[in-house]
């Protein structure tokens, strides 16, 4: 009796590890945002922010305040302001608070996207 508790026990933690494993898995998508900094993140969804997401990209050691770290990049969905850490930060270098379409692998449990395709998203 008690071995099959146990094992029954043991199944339903596989189980549950498994289920987990799955929900957090990557997923496929294309969706329209802004590229931004960790530390600004929404506060740069408008245009004509670049230099300060530039700033914030490289740290503050070139503005005179070297206790301010360099931040990452992120990408801020529009549908859900949802700030999702860039993988690959080269592949935005060079669009600081630009409105894109971003196409990559988004990684929920980890809230990172791994950028594979970008463009400038129409007005």
Same mark, same amino acid.
């Given at each position: 009796m008690i071995?099959?508790?146990?094992? /029954?026990?043991?199944l339903l933690v596989c189980g549950l590890v498994v289920l987990g494993s799955v929900s957090g898995q990557q997923t496929?998508? @294309?969706r329209? #945002? =802004?590229?931004s900094?960790? @530390? &600004?993140?929404?506060q740069h969804t408008k245009?004509? *922010? %670049?230099? &300060?997401?530039?700033? &914030? =990209? *490289? #740290? #503050?050691? @070139?503005v005179g305040h070297p206790e301010w770290k360099p931040q990452r990049? !992120? /990408? !801020? %969905?529009d549908d859900d302001q949802g700030i999702w850490i860039v993988g690959n930060p080269e592949a935005v270098r060079n669009l600081p608070a630009t409105h894109v379409v971003l196409a990559g692998? /988004?990684? &929920? %449990?980890?809230?990172?996207i791994h950028v594979e395709k970008i463009a400038p998203a129409a007005h």
């Amino acid at each position: 009796m008690i071995r099959s508790r146990t094992a /029954f026990v043991f199944l339903l933690v596989c189980g549950l590890v498994v289920l987990g494993s799955v929900s957090g898995q990557q997923t496929d998508a @294309s969706r329209p #945002g =802004w590229i931004s900094d960790e @530390s &600004c993140g929404t506060q740069h969804t408008k245009p004509g *922010r %670049a230099d &300060c997401v530039q700033k &914030c =990209w *490289r #740290g #503050g050691a @070139s503005v005179g305040h070297p206790e301010w770290k360099p931040q990452r990049a !992120v /990408f !801020v %969905a529009d549908d859900d302001q949802g700030i999702w850490i860039v993988g690959n930060p080269e592949a935005v270098r060079n669009l600081p608070a630009t409105h894109v379409v971003l196409a990559g692998k /988004f990684d &929920c %449990a980890r809230k990172t996207i791994h950028v594979e395709k970008i463009a400038p998203a129409a007005h």
